[in-house]
């Protein structure tokens, strides 16, 4: 009994003390900087990404959706499922052992019996009663057992990079959403205006026209124009309700139940970013995270399909004790110690099959890391590129507005003196509210290019260390 167990414990030591599998190589290499250029900044730590916006009715979105979102609860439910795996994937590098207890009765019903039953004129059932105890267990000699736990464990971790995933999806999602709720609440509110303005210069067109001072055609073309605006309006209340719609959704509530606060959309601010260096990138992107876990269990895969060709031993340990009366059962106790050898010989090819699929999959996901790394390298890119853009466009923009508001008074005051025709009104009154709509639509642009950034950054989560090499 000595010699079987001293061999089973010390095979559970050697594939105890196996070497991790190495991290997989992307054979991608960094650039050194952005091309865009990044302004330095002391800002790095983006775990509350979102309250650098100014919005304490973000900050309470946001805290309910973490709470409320059904995509959040399923992704988490999808991390559980992966750590009860990697624990039915660990259980064989530990032998199984078994408890058996069995109470056995035969009875004669006619006839004299046959030698195994062992009855008698007086008594013609026979009691057994056996108790056993065994242990299996197959020695991991080519490493298969160890590399599919550690491809169970590198799921785990791709499923909680996923998690992280889907909740800077549905944080950024939120963010926009609700930003873009309150831009078309302010594009509503500037259109109220404007048909407001146009209503008071349909007046005194429609007085002037009474007097004979103006033509038809003057009061038909304000009349288009004060149409036009009154169509816009309702198309915006439109859009401003459907943000609403998909805002409720992703906080995981039907409209009804959803409670937006008062906040302008002009009290939203958007922060100086720092995007820090493309290296850094592969230590702040879940994504990039999940896929290089993915290709790491890949790895793991392979090595276990290709111990599946080769043979297997199986150590073996029975203690056992019978008895035809319960109180005898522990009186004649046995063991039994045994050890296989099963080795494959024909498959029709089926093992090979499945190491050279195992071997495809690990190639696809070593593409799929690449992808992984360069669209996260292009999302910081267009994010940044988009920031300079819209800075320099809001520069020039602001005074376009103000010249435009400068430049309608101007007409709507030489209209009411007779020293201006009304197209000329018109014309600054189209331009003034192009103006006002523009600098809304680049504000807005402005704030998202900004939660943008923050998602192709990673949000606020970040790994223990990184993975490029």
Request: proline share 4%.
């Amino acid at each position: 009994m000595k010699t079987p167990l001293s061999l089973l414990a010390a095979c559970i030591l050697l594939a105890a003390c196996s070497s991790p599998a190495p991290r997989p190589d992307s054979g991608l290499q960094a650039p050194a900087t952005w091309q865009t250029a990044d302004t330095p900044t002391a800002q790095a730590d983006h775990r509350r990404w979102w309250s650098q916006f100014a919005s304490p009715e973000l900050d309470r979105l946001i805290a309910q959706a973490r709470e409320g979102s059904f995509d959040l609860a399923a992704a988490m439910a999808r991390v559980r499922q992966a750590q009860a795996s990697a624990v039915i994937a660990g259980a064989p590098l530990l032998p199984e052992l078994k408890g058996g207890l069995n109470a056995n009765r035969q009875k004669l019903l006619r006839g004299k019996g046959y030698s195994q039953l062992n009855a008698t004129r007086d008594n013609q059932a026979v009691d057994y009663f056996d108790a056993s105890l065994s242990a299996s267990y197959e020695i991991d000699f080519w490493g298969g057992r160890h590399a599919a736990r550690d491809s169970a464990l590198l799921g785990v971790k791709a499923s909680e990079f996923d998690r992280a995933t889907v909740e800077l999806t549905l944080l950024s999602g939120v963010a926009n959403s609700y930003t873009q709720a309150l831009a078309l609440n302010e594009q509503s509110r500037i259109a109220q205006l404007n048909l407001d303005n146009a209503l008071n210069v349909l007046k005194l067109v429609q007085t002037r026209y009474d007097s004979g001072s103006a033509t038809a055609l003057e009061l038909a073309q304000q009349r288009s124009l004060v149409a036009a605006q009154q169509r816009q309006l309702p198309l915006l209340q439109q859009q401003a309700e459907e943000a609403r719609i998909s805002l409720a959704a992703l906080l995981g509530q039907p409209l009804q139940a959803l409670s937006l606060g008062h906040q302008d959309f002009a009290q939203l601010q958007w922060p100086s970013i720092n995007a820090g260096v493309p290296s850094e990138l592969l230590t702040r992107r879940p994504d990039i995270a999940s896929a290089e876990a993915r290709l790491a269990a890949a790895q793991a895969d392979v090595k276990v399909a290709r111990a599946a060709m080769l043979p297997s031993v199986t150590l073996s340990a029975s203690l056992g004790s019978g008895a035809s009366h319960a109180p005898d059962l522990l009186r004649s106790p046995f063991y039994n110690l045994g050890a296989g050898l099963v080795a494959p010989i024909f498959n029709a090819g089926r093992l090979s099959a499945e190491r050279d699929k195992a071997t495809a999959r690990q190639e696809e996901l070593l593409e799929s890391y690449r992808a992984a790394i360069i669209n996260g390298f292009a999302d910081v890119e267009k994010a940044l590129n988009s920031i300079r853009g819209l800075d320099q466009q809001r520069q020039w923009q602001s005074e376009e507005l103000n010249q435009a508001q400068r430049a309608f008074e101007i007409a709507q005051s030489r209209y009411q003196a007779g020293a201006e025709d009304l197209l000329t009104v018109l014309e600054t009154q189209r331009t003034l509210y192009a103006a006002q709509d523009q600098n809304v639509q680049l504000r807005l642009a402005r704030l998202q290019s900004s939660i943008a950034l923050y998602k192709a950054l990673g949000g606020g989560w970040q790994a223990s260390a990184p993975t490029l090499r």
